[in-house]
């Protein structure tokens, strides 16, 4: 059994934590300023990905429990080893193999990429008899190397999707292309927000009000074209380390 870390070590990691994260709420605060927004519509999700356990535990002492995690199979074996205070979000691609197993370990699911993921889940959800908070990922700017739906397979699957009774369809997905390029993140960014107002105002079955989108090099953009999920890991894990 791995040993507990001593306490000035958790005193170490809750500082580092605490101010990494008041320069984050800071820079959320003046995007949405700039935008015209409230910074309660923006909801910080803290990417664990390569994070030990150890230092992930420690956001609790920041009232931090929106956790997202890329890899189904480590969502469910760490969120049986930390605080069921945390609530998961998948962020990562979901197997239809994978579905049952998430199911009971997640609060939202950002990544359905596909009429037939979205279908599976369906079934299972409807099995365990819960209901599921879905996000549609979009690949809005057309890069081969990303997964997706396209703009056309929204438009055109929008009713099945909407008829989907055991998931709530909550809003949309996307990853920025990897660049600096700020007119190039608005378009990305932007063209979610557009796609996301012109489907609900298509449809009275379902009401997609999330946008999840911005990560540590671009999430202010992200807040100020309209993001209510941002996904954040290195710059809010920076400088803390495993003891030892």
């Given at each position: 059994?791995?040993?507990?870390?001593?306490?000035?070590?958790?005193?170490?990691?809750?500082?580092?934590?605490?101010?990494?994260?008041?320069?984050?709420?800071?820079?959320?605060?003046?995007?949405?300023?700039?935008?015209?927004?409230?910074?309660?519509e923006v909801k910080l999700i803290a990417v664990t990905?390569?994070?030990?356990?150890?230092?992930?535990?420690?956001l609790l002492s920041l009232?931090?429990?929106?956790?997202?995690?890329?890899?189904p199979q480590q969502l469910v074996e760490r969120s049986q080893q930390l605080s069921d205070k945390f609530e998961w979000h998948l962020i990562g691609q979901l197997q239809r193999n994978k579905v049952r197993a998430v199911l009971p370990h997640v609060k939202m699911i950002h990544s359905v990429d596909s009429i037939r993921l979205l279908e599976q889940i369906e079934?299972?959800?409807?099995?365990?008899?819960?209901?599921?908070?879905?996000?549609?990922?979009?690949?809005?700017?057309?890069?081969?190397?990303?997964?997706?739906?396209?703009v056309s397979q929204i438009r055109e699957n929008l009713e099945a999707i909407s008829k989907l009774e055991s998931l709530k369809i909550s809003g949309l997905m996307a990853m920025a292309p990897q660049t600096s390029d700020e007119s190039t993140l608005r378009s990305t960014f932007g063209g979610l927000r557009k796609l996301r107002d012109e489907l609900n105002s298509q449809t009275d079955h379902i009401q997609?009000?999330?946008?999840?989108?911005?990560?540590?090099?671009?999430?202010?953009?992200?807040i100020e074209e309209g993001a209510t999920y941002i996904r954040l890991?290195?710059?809010?894990?920076?400088?803390c380390e495993v003891e030892g």
């Open positions: 059994m791995p040993q507990a870390p001593s306490p000035e070590w958790s005193r170490q990691i809750q500082n580092q934590l605490k101010e990494n994260f008041a320069e984050i709420q800071s820079r959320i605060d003046q995007a949405c300023q700039l935008s015209g927004r409230s910074s309660e990905k390569y994070t030990p356990v150890a230092i992930v535990a420690e009232n931090q429990t929106n956790l997202g995690e890329n890899r079934r299972v959800a409807a099995e365990l008899q819960i209901r599921p908070r879905i996000l549609l990922q979009v690949n809005i700017s057309e890069e081969e190397a990303k997964s997706g739906f396209s997609l009000n999330d946008l999840s989108m911005g990560m540590s090099g671009d999430f202010e953009t992200a890991g290195s710059s809010l894990f920076s400088g």
